[in-house]
């Protein structure tokens, strides 16, 4: 499912209006968590041949950084749980699965954060399309929920 994440990318950066770096909040986590995941996105993007590690091991990173930040105290508990989700819909879209066997897992889990971030109501197979445009809101969500705290 890698090359077809890698077509919705674009659309994720580009919608998203996020560089990489924030000169407002260089030195605040949430901001920096987000850019995290931007960059990613930017790189896979530009990347020919974009392995499954090559995603998932920044994905893992993430993770612990966002823990790491959350203990700190740097981002609160509500933050942490919405970009944990929108790192478990990735690690879920991205894992190669022709024989659909995560298909009960990951087509219910998708389409409610489609849902629940977009209203949209999602059926059958992932539709990535969707899940782009649902990430794509959820962390301009996270941008605008950190620039009101």
């Known amino acids: 499912m890698l090359s077809s994440w890698k077509a919705v990318i674009c659309v994720v950066i580009l919608a998203c209006g996020f560089s990489g770096q924030s000169a407002l909040a260089a030195d605040q986590a949430g901001y920096l968590?987000?850019?995290k995941l931007v960059v990613l996105f930017n790189q896979m993007a530009s990347s020919q041949n974009a392995s499954y590690e090559q995603v998932n091991t920044p994905i893992s990173e993430?993770?612990?950084?966002a823990r790491q930040a959350r203990a700190e105290k740097r981002i609160d508990q509500?933050?942490?749980?919405r970009y944990a989700r929108?790192?478990?819909?990735i690690k879920l879209a991205i894992i190669e699965d022709n024989a659909e066997i995560l298909l009960p897992i990951s087509g219910p889990e998708c389409a409610a954060f489609v849902k629940d971030v977009t209203g949209q109501?999602?059926?059958g197979a992932t539709n990535l399309s969707a899940l782009a445009q649902a990430i794509t809101?959820?962390?301009?969500?996270l941008k605008k929920y950190l620039d009101k705290t």
């Open 33 to 35: 968590l987000i850019d």
């Open 62 to 65: 993430m993770m612990v950084l």
């Open 78 to 81: 509500q933050f942490f749980d």
């Open 86 to 89: 929108i790192l478990r819909i």
């Open 121 to 123: 109501k999602v059926e």
């Open 137 to 141: 809101k959820e962390l301009d969500n």
